[in-house]
């Protein structure tokens, strides 16, 4: 098991979801409800919505007023790295690429800019795994 990414979940309270759906059926939105539940404070991005699960959802990570630990990426691995690029921007501790998501260059900028950073795991998964 990734220790990086278990001590993530243990020490990261707010999670910007970038990528969420509105759609139940989808992995964005079954992990979001999995995270809220788990008590984590949850920040949705996509631009397509205005709210998601009941909550804003921004068009950005710059529109999100509040500071954010974690950004959590559900996109496809070519669209990752303009994202990663503005969770440094905004401050961000970590970077997490979803499980069947990698990007080589968000690799490279998390390390470059000193945040941690996961890619090819699934936030929920780790969580539930943690005793």
């Known amino acids: 098991m990734n220790t990086t990414a278990q001590k993530l979940m243990q020490e990261t309270k707010t999670i ?3 990528g ?3 759609k139940p059926d989808r992995p964005s939105n079954r ?3 999995y995270l809220k539940n788990a008590g984590y404070t949850l920040y949705f991005v996509n631009p397509q919505y205005k709210e998601v699960l009941g909550q804003p959802c921004y068009a950005s990570l710059s529109d999100i007023p509040v500071p954010v630990e974690m950004v959590d990426i559900f996109r496809k691995s070519e669209d990752c790295l303009p994202i990663a690029k503005e969770a440094v ?3 961000a501790t970590s970077i ?3 499980q069947g998501i990698s ?3 968000c690799k490279a900028l998390a390390e470059e800019n000193g945040i941690a950073y996961v890619e090819n795991l699934c936030t929920k998964i780790v969580h539930s795994e943690l005793s």
Do not use: F, M
Request: aromatic letters at 6%; zero cysteines.
């Open 16 to 18: 910007a979801l970038v």
């Open 20 to 22: 969420i759906s509105e």
């Open 31 to 33: 992990v979001a409800v």
């Open 89 to 91: 921007k905004i401050g």
């Open 96 to 98: 997490w690429l979803q």
């Open 103 to 105: 990007n080589a260059d």
